[in-house]
């Protein structure tokens, strides 16, 4: 569904990268390329090539791309939220029904939400946002399937998004049982 004019924005906001954060993912890219210079090591001093440790390797670095190299704009429009994803020339676009929303939550909990029958997390944040996930739950299709989106956003976000989704919010606290 496209923004039509007369749909106003309630909020924008967009993943912002934290200065500690961006050290650690430069420490963990140099690591990275540590594990490739080993294998390359190997190679030229035994001759062999370890596909095993180059495939590891490259999937350790499809991780790190995944986790950092994109940025998150979440656009909060009377009944629906909008997640557009960018990195490496590519835009996405996910959008949720906010009517569809059975709760959400300021803090994900991965324990308490293990239990419940979420049958797909999409994970729409970046690792470098020093913002908490927060967890939108909803459901999706004609089937009804309860689906989960995890994101990071500001507390000024959270509380819009209370102000739109009144008696939605599930309030978790640190005690949630495992």
């Given at each position: 569904?496209?923004?039509?004019?007369?749909?106003?924005?309630?909020?924008?906001?967009?993943?912002?990268?934290?200065?500690?954060?961006?050290?650690?993912?430069?420490?963990?890219?140099?690591?990275?390329?540590?594990?490739?210079?080993?294998?390359?090591?190997?190679?030229?001093?035994?001759?062999?090539?370890?596909?095993?440790?180059?495939?590891?390797?490259?999937?350790?670095?499809?991780?790190?791309?995944?986790?950092?190299?994109?940025?998150?704009?979440?656009?909060?429009?009377?009944?629906?939220l909008v997640?557009?994803?960018?990195?490496?020339?590519?835009?996405?676009?996910?959008?949720?029904?906010?009517?569809?929303?059975?709760?959400?939550?300021?803090?994900?909990?991965?324990?308490?939400?293990?239990?419940?029958?979420?049958?797909?997390?999409?994970?729409?944040?970046?690792?470098?946002?020093?913002?908490?996930?927060?967890?939108?739950?909803?459901?999706?299709?004609?089937?009804?399937?309860l689906?989960?989106?995890?994101?990071?956003?500001?507390?000024?976000?959270?509380?819009?998004?209370?102000?739109?989704?009144?008696?939605?919010?599930?309030?978790?606290?640190?005690?949630?049982?495992?």
């Amino acid at each position: 569904m496209e923004n039509t004019a007369d749909e106003k924005e309630i909020y924008r906001e967009e993943t912002v990268a934290a200065g500690d954060r961006k050290l650690w993912a430069v420490v963990a890219l140099l690591l990275i390329f540590c594990l490739y210079g080993l294998e390359y090591y190997n190679y030229t001093k035994f001759g062999q090539i370890s596909l095993m440790g180059f495939g590891m390797d490259t999937v350790i670095l499809g991780l790190w791309i995944w986790r950092v190299m994109w940025k998150y704009e979440l656009i909060l429009y009377p009944g629906r939220l909008v997640v557009i994803s960018r990195g490496l020339g590519i835009t996405g676009h996910y959008e949720v029904d906010l009517s569809r929303t059975e709760s959400y939550t300021d803090k994900y909990v991965r324990s308490f939400f293990r239990k419940t029958k979420i049958k797909e997390y999409y994970h729409r944040y970046s690792s470098l946002d020093a913002n908490p996930q927060r967890l939108l739950c909803y459901t999706k299709g004609k089937k009804n399937k309860l689906t989960g989106v995890i994101f990071k956003a500001s507390d000024e976000f959270m509380k819009q998004l209370r102000k739109e989704l009144p008696g939605k919010f599930l309030q978790l606290t640190e005690g949630v049982p495992k």
